[in-house]
């Protein structure tokens, strides 16, 4: 159970592949000038990563060594094919709108770095697991950085819903404010690094709040012991 919980942690937070470890960041900049395109590629992502780290942990044991890279690759452009002809069958607008960033996930290091790092050396379910926390974290991070171009850009929220759940997801669409004019930049590149940047800070300010209230902890608990041990002498 630990060990589970240590994989979504893992994979939502301390390594996230978005905000720590600072991969796939060219789908990230470029399709996340609305939230449902950044929703869309992240669970193309995930579904890619889930499948590709099932994959290589059962075949791990077959594999040889000066293969092994090349095996993985040919594995996930297999997998990303199939994403993408599920993609162009079933989501086709969303499929135009976010365009070549779909095949491009066969080179997006996250997948084949948790391919080569993690799945290579674990068991079928922790793999799978691995991706999907992996995935997920990845998906969160588009989601959030497409709503906040979005809503500075156009002022709304989950904008062509419709894309991706429907004409009845129409209804989705969340208005920030009226007779809202958009901020160009935020739906530009230069905004795309700008509000990554943006999430990296919020993290790292987390990150270093819970480290002091930790720090403050083991402190007590030291003090604590040494209050005990006097006592006790």
């Not at 993690?118 to 997920?136: P, Q, T």
């Not at 989601?143 to 989950?158: I, K, N, Q």
Request: proline residues 2%; aromatic residues 10%; positive net charge.
């Amino acid at each position: 159970m630990g060990s589970i919980k240590n994989i979504f942690v893992e994979g939502l937070w301390k390594n996230n592949q978005a905000l720590v470890a600072l991969l796939g960041l060219c789908p990230l900049m470029a399709v996340t000038a609305t939230a449902i395109n950044g929703l869309g590629l992240g669970i193309a992502t995930m579904f890619t990563l889930i499948l590709t780290n099932m994959i290589v942990s059962l075949i791990r044991n077959y594999l040889k060594t000066e293969v092994r890279i090349p095996m993985f690759v040919l594995i996930i452009a297999s997998v990303v094919t199939v994403v993408e002809l599920l993609m162009n069958a079933y989501l086709h607008d969303l499929y135009r709108v976010l365009g070549i960033f779909v095949p491009l996930i066969v080179t997006n290091c996250a997948v084949i770095g948790r391919a080569e790092v993690f799945a290579s050396k674990r068991s079928v379910l922790h793999s799978m697991l691995d991706g999907f926390s992996m995935g997920l974290g990845f998906t969160v991070v588009l989601l959030l950085l497409g709503a906040f171009r979005e809503v500075l850009g156009y002022g709304t929220v989950f904008r062509q819903a419709d894309l991706m759940f429907g004409e009845a997801a129409q209804h989705m669409v969340i208005t920030v404010a009226d007779y809202y004019d958009g901020f160009l930049f935020a739906i530009l590149p230069p905004g795309a690094f700008m509000g990554l940047a943006v999430l990296i800070a919020f993290k790292n300010i987390i990150d270093k709040r819970v480290s002091q209230k930790q720090l403050v902890r083991e402190r007590s608990i030291q003090d604590s012991a040494g209050v005990q041990a006097a006592n006790q002498n």
